[in-house]
């Protein structure tokens, strides 16, 4: 964005000469509508015509990011294509033919290139298209980048925020790698992309474009574009509003999708060193706009608009993202009659219906809290009772018990009793028993003695 407001208005005062600042006032004039602004003229110089240079030159201090996203089948050539264009070695790992399902993967690389620095972050679509059923593929592209939106919205939304020093990791371009098949688009690639189109500038490009034949390839090129536009595929157009890049921007779109090839191999031809790739009956140059569409991608995509890509990023995808939930959190910018509603008014609107929905589920809480307890002192009544009824039940049990035990201890007793009578009654029977034999014992013992002495 600074880059271009710098080259407009550099171009406005190399045309207007001194008289730059006057026509930027009837610019301001005309923008304000009714509010009347005096054009004055300045007896000397100030100084004020350097903020374009500061804004250069804050920017470069800071630095650019910008983000781009590979998504295509395995193989398809994102990482050759990625090394091609930034003329570097990302070594990338190739990735496995056999992922469950799409994994992304991002990685973030700083390059310099004169005075300014770039950081670059680089996702790529691991597994893209591997998968038997591919119904879902396009989910994991739509929530990294819906991620890195969340991410930025909630460091927006920060008491204390520092956008300043943020990386802001929010997809600026994605390059949809199409395969060169010659015929249509596969519904994958339709699906995908019209789940994409309206979060991310999508720019598709033809893979491997030196497997194709020209002919064929220009009617494939054409046969893409009714496609994207009957599937109503809304994908990124080069802008055209910019005068200075006016022309070229729009020659390019008639170009779109561009067929490109990518490879880091380096090729001699004649006295110079290009990037190619050699086959048995020649070679083709990425570089050469007779052999494929390289050079216009890189210069549409880095040379002209790369800033375009990120304010559109900014101003279109990320707001819809924004506004959709801020939306679903309640915000809004007018009332039910469209009368302006300040951020304060949402606040307390939302504040009091939190208020009231609390109070209404403190309520029903209570009721239900006292609803339970309730229950439960009857429930306890009911186990009370219960108690109550065993408690007496086995009462009346042992008393029962009780007293037949008392009773068979009555009659162990007596039969004790009379068990003793007769144990005293056969004693006395044996001692008198005894007696008598001892008697008839002695007489017979006297007769003895008496025979003995007669002999
Ligand atoms: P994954 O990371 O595994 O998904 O693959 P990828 O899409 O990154 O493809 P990669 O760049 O690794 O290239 C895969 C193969 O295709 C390599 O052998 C490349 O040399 C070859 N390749 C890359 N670009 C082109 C091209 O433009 N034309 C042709 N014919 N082959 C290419
Ligand atoms: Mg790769």
Redesign the pocket.
């Known amino acids: 964005m600074a880059a271009a407001i710098l080259a407009r208005q550099r171009a406005e005062r190399d045309e207007d000469g001194d008289c730059g600042f006057s026509l930027h006032s009837a610019r301001v004039h005309e923008d304000l509508g009714n509010e009347e602004f005096r054009n004055l003229s300045l007896s000397g110089h100030v100084g004020f015509d350097s903020l374009p240079d500061q804004l250069v030159n804050k920017s470069i201090s800071q630095g650019f990011c910008f983000n781009i996203l ?1 998504v ?10 990625m ?1 091609t264009l930034f003329n570097t070695s990302f070594e ?4 496995s ?1 056999s992922e469950p399902g799409v994994r992304l993967k991002a990685q973030a690389y700083e390059l310099h290139e004169s005075n300014v620095r770039l950081k670059l972050t680089l996702v ?1 679509t ?1 597994g ?1 298209g591997d998968q038997i059923n591919k119904e879902d593929s396009y989910k994991p592209i739509v929530e990294y980048i819906d991620a890195q939106f969340e991410a930025y919205l909630q460091e927006e939304l920060k008491i204390k925020r520092s956008l300043f020093n943020f990386h802001d990791t929010r997809v600026h371009a994605c390059l949809y ?1 199409i395969a060169p098949t010659g015929h249509s688009l596969k519904s994958l690639d339709l699906v995908t992309m019209k789940k994409l189109d309206s979060k991310v500038n999508v720019i598709p490009v033809i ?5 194709i034949s020209k002919s064929e390839l220009h009617k494939f090129k054409i046969k893409i574009m009714s496609e994207l536009v009957s599937n109503g595929v809304q994908i990124y157009q080069f802008p055209t509003d910019d005068e200075t890049v006016a022309e070229i921007n729009a020659t390019m779109n008639g170009h779109l999708p561009f067929a ?4 880091t191999e380096e090729v001699k031809m004649g006295n110079k060193t290009v990037r190619a ?1 050699q086959y048995p009956w020649g070679t ?1 140059q990425v570089e050469n706009e007779s052999h494929c569409d390289f050079v216009k991608l890189r210069e549409m995509l880095i040379r002209v608009n790369m800033e375009d890509l990120r304010e559109q990023t900014h101003a279109r995808h990320y707001e819809l993202y924004r506004r959709c939930k801020l939306e679903e959190m309640g915000f809004k910018d007018t009332d039910p009659d469209s009368k302006p509603f300040s951020l304060q008014e949402t606040y307390e609107a939302k504040r009091n219906e939190h208020l009231v929905e609390l109070q209404r589920k403190e309520d029903e809480m209570r009721q239900m809290f006292v609803q339970r307890v309730k229950e439960k002192e009857s429930e306890l009544k009911e186990a009370e009772k219960d108690l109550h009824e065993k408690f007496e039940k086995l009462k009346r049990q042992h008393a029962e018990e009780k007293k037949r035990l008392e009773e068979v201890k009555a009659s162990l007793e007596e039969e004790m009793a009379a068990f003793g009578k007769r144990k005293t009654a056969a004693q006395l029977l044996q001692q008198s028993q005894a007696g008598q034999g001892a008697g008839a014992q002695t007489i017979k013992k006297d007769k003895d003695k008496k025979n003995s002495s007669f002999l």
């Open positions: 590979c295509g089948e395995t193989g398809i050539g994102k990482s050759t294509m090394d990338g790992e190739a990735a033919h790529d691991a893209f790698f893979a491997k474009a030196d497997t490109v090839v990518g490879s790739r083709v």
